[in-house]
Antibody
Framework: QVTLKESGPGMLQPSKTLSLTCSFSGFSLSTSGMVVSWIRQPSGKSLEWLAAIDWDGDKYYNPSLKSRLTVSKDTSNTQVFLKITSVDIADTATYYC??????????????WGQGVMVTVSS | DIQMTQSPSFLSASVGDRVTINCKASQNINRYLNWYQQKLGEAPKLLIYNANSLQTGIPSRFSGSGSGTDFTLTISSLQPEDVATYFCLQHNSWYTFGAGTKLELK
């Protein structure tokens, strides 16, 4: 059974660095073809893909946010992290991590975490 | 960047109705189009991948069609549990979501 769960600070001040963790089970990020992405959704709005990391450690970023994002994974391949620098009010959103498979039957964002709400406020 | 134009933004329909939601890509995305259902307070759920493939466990009343730039999600007979917001996603070049269609019961 594939599950993902996000965790984060809940609230932080403008200009700070946001650190998020995605903990998952039911698959390993060391398996060829596995990818974990970060996606966010401001309240009442649509979704925005932020970043991804694959089984080989290759990293991919939304070009419009690339300078502020860093995605990484742990050595056990059961957690993925996202850092967003210099946050402002526009970064207030629910942040999701989601799995994709890029080999065999390619499925993009087939499993999602429950999301973690992050509020940027002074 | 590929833009996705989703329509309508809001849809009100009765139980048993046939419902269609559309997404138009700003350029050819072949069949790299997914549909997701998001119920209030929940994460999105994958319904259809690669334009017309039904995800495991999704009821057969959901179907997808289209290729190139024009895509459609169809619910053949609307059920009360289908009340949700529906999003399309293109994954031909990076990832872009549509703005969403909020589906309510009439």
């Amino acid at each position: 059974q594939v599950t993902l769960k996000e965790s984060g600070p809940g609230m932080l001040q403008p200009s700070k660095t946001l650190s998020l963790t995605c903990s998952f089970s039911g698959f390993s990020l060391s398996t060829s073809g596995m990818v974990v992405s970060w996606i966010r959704q401001p309240s009442g709005k649509s979704l925005e893909w932020l970043a991804a990391i694959d089984w080989d450690g290759d990293k991919y970023y939304n070009p419009s946010l690339k300078s502020r994002l860093t995605v990484s994974k742990d050595t056990s391949n059961t957690q993925v992290f996202l850092k967003i620098t210099s946050v402002d009010i526009a970064d207030t959103a629910t942040y999701y991590c989601a799995r994709s498979t890029t080999e065999g039957i390619v499925e993009v964002f087939d499993y999602w975490g429950q999301g973690v709400m992050v509020t940027v406020s002074s | 960047d590929i833009q996705m134009t989703q329509s309508p933004s809001f849809l009100s329909a009765s139980v048993g109705d046939r419902v269609t939601i559309n997404c138009k890509a700003s350029q050819n995305i072949n069949r790299y189009l997914n549909w997701y259902q998001q119920k209030l307070g929940e994460a999105p759920k994958l319904l259809i991948y690669n334009a017309n493939s039904l995800q495991t466990g999704i009821p057969s009343r959901f179907s997808g069609s289209g290729s190139g730039t024009d895509f459609t999600l169809t619910i053949s007979s609307l059920q009360p549990e289908d009340v949700a917001t529906y999003f399309c996603l293109q994954h031909n070049s990076w990832y872009t979501f549509g703005a969403g269609t909020k589906l309510e019961l009439k």
